[in-house]
């Protein structure tokens, strides 16, 4: 069964500080892999996607990186602010037909203190 | 631009009671899909329709029903209600299907049944 498995289930970090997020699948055949950012009671919403080619990524102050050999990937965070406490999901699609084809994380719940 | 806008936002059942969540897009995408959200749980595809006048089960589909009203509607029925579907109910659209098209999520519907 295709899983996808975030790692840690929870963080809190000072404002400012930097911070990375794990994410390991085994999802098969792989097609590309995604972060989202979900805002408590929104919806998530896309940060980056990588395909199999790619190995890093990077929206703004956040870098997600790829290693589809090992198939791990990671999403930091730099110079942290109040608005990333967020819950961070990582999504793997798989290279066939469409539809029921993403498979989703747990999520890593991020808290950014003062 | 509204993006995707569901409706309603809250709602408190009763077991045996039925309710239909509602979901529109303005993006002009071929794909929808109806996801839970469960603690601790990604996020699971319900039922999803990959272009207008098509529908297909996903991973849960068991007590919904799903009608894909036009090209910009997808509506989610429980006909039944069971407190094992209270939940945060997703729509989300996508252009280009899931292996390579961007994912948009709304807002979120969180139902309980009581």
């Known amino acids: 069964k295709n899983q996808v498995e975030q790692s840690p289930q929870s963080l809190i970090i000072l404002e400012g500080k930097n911070c990375t997020l794990q994410?390991?699948?085994?999802?098969?055949?792989?097609?590309?892999l995604r972060w989202y950012k979900q805002d408590t009671g929104r919806g998530p919403v896309s940060l980056t996607i990588?395909?199999?080619?790619?190995n890093t990524k990077s929206n703004g102050r956040y870098t997600a990186t790829l290693d589809a050999d090992t198939k791990q990937s990671s999403l930091h965070i730099t110079a942290s602010q109040l608005s990333d406490s967020a819950s961070y999901i990582c999504v793997v699609s798989e290279g066939n037909n469409a539809g029921n084809m993403l498979t989703f994380g747990g999520g890593t719940r991020l808290m950014v203190k003062p | 631009n509204a993006g995707v806008t569901q409706t309603p936002k809250f709602q408190v059942l009763k077991t045996g009671q039925s309710m239909t969540l509602q979901c529109a897009q303005d993006?002009?995408?071929?794909?929808m899909y109806w996801y839970r959200q469960d603690p601790g749980m990604g996020l699971r595809l319900i039922y999803y329709?990959?272009?207008?006048?098509?529908?297909d089960k996903g991973e849960v589909p068991n007590g919904y029903n799903v009608s894909r009203l036009n090209k910009r509607e997808f509506s989610l029925r429980l006909e039944s209600a069971a407190p094992s579907q209270t939940s945060v109910y997703f729509c989300a659209s996508s252009g280009f299907g899931l292996s390579t098209g961007e994912l948009f999520f709304g807002e979120g519907s969180r139902l309980t049944v009581l």
């Open positions: 990588m395909t199999f080619s790619e």
């Open positions: 993006m002009n995408h071929n794909s």
């Open positions: 994410c390991n699948y085994t999802v098969s055949p792989f097609s590309n």
């Open positions: 329709s990959a272009s207008e006048g098509t529908t």
